[in-house]
């Protein structure tokens, strides 16, 4: 069961961080994948952090802004957002999967509630 938190509404430029959560053991066996779904939209995906921590993935549009982060000893994971913009709009999802990451939200098996972040201009 995952958990994200940690969303509000902000200026432009502003930064935020999101947490995710996990009551699983297991946590540091899990990938963790960030995705978003703005009004109207289709989800879509933000980020990864492998299993290991080793590997980190973006989407274009947020790369050079955005971090992701883990903790397994807390089985919690963090998407930093930094320099957001009125189009980073959206609820934000945490999602997991067994070992390898992936940017395909349909090969995740949990997901968190998700959370919602307002970039105000």
């Known amino acids: 069961q995952l958990e994200d938190s940690g969303g509000g509404l902000v200026q432009a430029g502003a930064s935020l961080r999101l947490s995710c959560a996990a009551s699983?053991?297991?946590?540091?066996?899990?990938?963790i994948g960030w995705f978003r779904q703005a009004p109207g939209k289709e989800r879509e995906f933000v980020g990864f952090?492998?299993?290991?921590?080793?590997?980190?993935n973006f989407a274009d549009s947020v790369k050079d802004r955005f971090t992701i982060s883990r903790d397994n000893d807390e089985n919690t994971a963090y998407l930093q957002m930094n320099r957001l913009k009125p189009e980073d709009t959206a609820i934000y999802y945490c999602?997991?999967?067994?070992?390898?990451?992936?940017?395909?939200?349909?090969?995740?098996?949990?997901w968190g509630q998700g959370t919602q972040v307002t970039v105000s201009s």
């Open positions: 999602a997991a999967k067994d070992y390898q990451p992936s940017r395909d939200a349909g090969e995740y098996d949990y």
């Open positions: 699983e053991r297991t946590f540091s066996s899990y990938s």
């Open positions: 952090i492998g299993w290991r921590a080793i590997n980190t």
